[in-house]
């Protein structure tokens, strides 16, 4: 399907399309559509659907790929592969997405109370996907689930124009043209990529294993085309033909390739939507980055099995200062792929993150000395990540071997660090975290998780957090290959736990790159507070580093809190840090501003009952505004994979409130009066049960099958991509609160 949310008033008149994206895509996108029914494009409603799930942590083996452009072409191959039909080309009233929708209208849901119990929307909840010759037992056994599933039907005039569609064929959108300039810059973009020299072949190699994720935009205009960075058996000029390998960095299987750009027929979804822009200064600047010096290259780039998972030594060529800049230049991308990318759902691989926490990262101009290439050449062995074997039953006895390289590792550089730095630069001082120099916004992120989802924005958003990341470049390129890059969403069980653990090393290491900026007596007190309970390898990691601390901080604190008191500091250095886009001050009258003010310094258990995120509207005479309300969970540590219930700290929950949206899957909807607002803050406060909540849901809440819930989520949508047409995706509702 085609973005192509209206912005006009509610009455405008959909049309299939954005019916399709509004009511049907919301649920159906990613790879946790139910069903692999994935709406958000075309090719997705002529594949249709199977019950063989993407995500499933019990498998012992690596399931079968199914990713949509990827790993089939046509729809026959898809049949092959399990999927069945839902439309019905020659009895279009037949199809199960026709008669699915019609199901609903026949038997629309109650509009008092909460939804029956037969509902239910767990996310690992048993999938029913019936077949068309299945359809005539399903709507006999469950005549309240046709769709949209658990939320009020179409109006007459929507299910009218979706069944015409239907009964029309279900046609594929029209793609608009593309303007003269679009087309001369993916012209300029193949050559670019595909250029003979040793270099540049390099390059382009790096550039893929980068933005393969990407939503790539050449112009920059409020509905731009988006195209994806592919490889291909074809040249520049040709019909594509995908290469399709499990993970970007394994051999294409052809000598000859090419890197392509394929324009992506689909809606952006804000769960997996991360735009990035490709026009021609864009260009420009990877030209003079990157093939600017005078490093050499005496052989094309080949493709070694030893070192597919260590871009250490696969790219020691291409200058680290380089690299480090690029993933610089947009962090808040390189960041965002870990958080959109192939984890998109998944408690195991997210709860190895705090809730909240800033992010910042090493001044390029300054670069720890460790990052100098001759270190990095020496300890590339040590620097190695899990090679992923997804076929396998089990691979988790290789963690120890990690962990003994990694503590080789910093081991290492703290030597390194002694034996060939001056003092000033084994000592830390405020100038060597980057500020973004005047005007680059990626400086300062701040992540939230959100139980098994995630999001990254630009600046530090809320109070300050327990934990702050400091990150450089060997870092930075660590987290991408195995939480992007080498990450496979169709892996067994042990690869996506082995992910997990490993991520535990990563983690730490931001949090004590952080720690080395505190006064050496504060550091282990800090780190024993993120770790309370825990087990002993986090506080042997401590231990293991402890020749880092030779590194010493010539930053004066004047308090007896000097985390926040960096923090703050930063807060105001760094360029963007301010988050000025989600600050609520600058919406928000006197009394809303001072009512929201004091949510987010009320810490406590009244806060634990709360979704992880819900969206408000604020109405009145003149206001019509959105902010997002963010449970951040507490814990005495993050450090063990299981029994997350257990560590939970309800006392030390914390919520923050920004304005617009954060988050691309809301657990709920309130609509409050500006005047109810300090009433509404203050019942919230004084939350002492579940009870407590249901209460404040049904003086303000948006319940599921409320008769007005599709105009709040029309709004929502337009006002989203009012604020920012570039990054607007649609949400998604498969976490909205059931009762």
């Known amino acids: 399907m085609l973005s192509s949310l209206a912005g006009a008033a509610d009455k405008t008149p959909l ?182 020299d040793n270099r540049t072949q390099l390059v382009a190699r790096y550039l893929y294993e980068h933005l393969f994720l990407a939503a790539l935009y050449l112009e920059t205009e409020e509905n731009p085309a988006w195209f994806r960075l592919v490889r291909s058996r074809t040249a520049p000029g040709e019909p594509l033909d995908v290469i399709a390998t499990r993970r970007p960095y394994d051999d294409p299987g052809t000598d000859r390739f090419y890197y392509r750009l394929q324009r992506m027929p689909t809606s952006p979804l804000a769960k997996t939507h991360m735009p990035y822009r490709f026009d021609r200064a864009r260009l420009n600047w990877y030209r003079d980055l990157f093939l600017g010096g005078d490093w050499q290259l005496d052989a094309p780039p080949a493709y070694d099995p030893n070192q597919r998972a260590n871009p250490f030594k696969r790219f020691e060529p291409i200058p680290v200062y380089a690299r480090y800049r690029f993933l610089l230049e947009d962090a808040q991308f390189t960041i965002m792929n870990f958080i959109k990318g192939p984890v998109c759902r998944g408690q195991i691989a997210l709860n190895v993150i705090d809730d909240h926490f800033w992010v910042m990262f090493v001044n390029p101009e300054r670069l720890d000395p460790v990052e100098a290439g001759n270190f990095l050449a020496q300890e590339m062995d040590n620097l190695y990540l899990p090679t992923p074997r997804t076929g396998t039953l089990l691979d988790l006895f290789s963690w120890r071997s990690y962990a003994k390289a990694n503590s080789n590792y910093h081991q290492a550089r703290a030597n390194y660090i002694e034996n060939h730095s001056s003092g000033e630069l084994r000592n830390l001082d405020i100038e060597s975290i980057w500020d973004g120099e005047g005007h680059n916004d990626n400086a300062a992120l701040t992540v939230f998780r959100h139980f098994d989802t995630a999001s990254v924005v630009k600046g530090f958003v809320g109070e300050t957090p327990k934990t702050a990341w400091v990150i450089g470049y060997t870092l930075l390129e660590k987290i991408h290959y195995l939480l992007v890059a080498g990450f496979d969403v169709y ?48 506080k042997q990691y401590f231990a293991d580093n402890s020749g880092l601390n030779v590194r010493t901080s010539d930053i004066h604190f004047e308090t007896d809190d000097p985390k926040t008191e960096l923090l703050q500091k930063l807060r105001e250095r760094i360029h963007g840090a301010q988050a000025e886009r989600y600050d609520y001050r600058q919406s928000a009258s006197a009394d809303i501003a001072k009512a929201f003010s004091e949510l987010e310094k009320a810490t406590g258990i009244h806060n634990s009952f709360l979704p992880q995120v819900s969206f408000i509207n604020v109405i009145g005479d003149q206001r019509d505004d959105v902010y997002t309300l963010v449970n951040n969970a507490g814990y005495s540590n993050i450090a063990q994979l299981f029994r997350e219930q257990e560590r939970r700290l309800p006392a030390e929950d914390t919520l923050t409130v920004a304005r617009g949206f954060l988050g691309a899957y809301p657990n709920y909807f309130f609509q409050v009066n500006e005047k109810q607002i300090p009433l509404f803050a203050a019942e919230l406060k004084a939350m002492k049960s579940r009870s407590d909540f249901a209460a404040l849901k049904a003086r303000y809440g948006v319940r599921r099958n409320a008769t007005w819930f599709w105009r709040v989520s029309d709004k929502f949508h337009r006002i989203s991509r009012a604020q920012d047409s570039i990054e607007f995706g649609l949400f998604d509702y498969n976490r909205y609160s059931a009762r």
């Not at 359809?135 to 015409?164: C, I, R, V």
Request: charged residues 25%; glycine residues 8%; proline residues 7%.
């Open 15 to 196: 049309t299939a399309t954005q019916v399709l994206e509004q009511r049907c895509v919301v649920c159906h996108g990613c790879y946790d559509a139910p069903c692999q029914l994935k709406l958000e494009a075309h090719d997705g409603v002529v594949r249709g659907g199977t019950l063989a799930p993407v995500y499933d942590g019990g498998r012992l083996r690596a399931a079968e790929l199914t990713r949509l452009f990827d790993d089939a072409q046509a729809e026959q191959e898809w049949r092959d592969k399990g999927f069945h039909p839902v439309i019905d080309q020659e009895k279009p009233e037949q199809g199960v997405m026709y008669r699915m929708l019609q199901l609903k209208q026949d038997n629309p849901l109650p509009t008092e109370g909460d939804l029956p119990s037969h509902f239910d929307f767990s996310l690992y909840r048993e999938q029913t996907c019936p077949k068309q010759n299945e359809f005539d037992s399903y709507a006999s056994k469950h005549p309240q689930w046709g769709m949209p599933f658990g939320l009020p039907g179409l109006n007459p005039e929507e299910h009218t124009t979706l069944t015409t569609w239907l009964q029309r064929g279900a046609p594929a959108p029209e793609l608009p043209a593309l303007t003269g300039a679009e087309k001369a810059n993916w012209q300029d973009w193949e050559a670019f990529l595909n250029a003979k």
């Open 491 to 538: 892996g067994a069980a042990s690869h996506q736990l082995e992910s997990r653990l490993y991520m535990d090393f990563l983690r730490m290491e931001g949090e004590f790159n952080f720690l080395l900026y505190m006064p050496e007596e504060k550091r282990e007190a800090l780190w024993k507070h993120w770790y309370r309970d825990s087990r002993k390898g986090s």
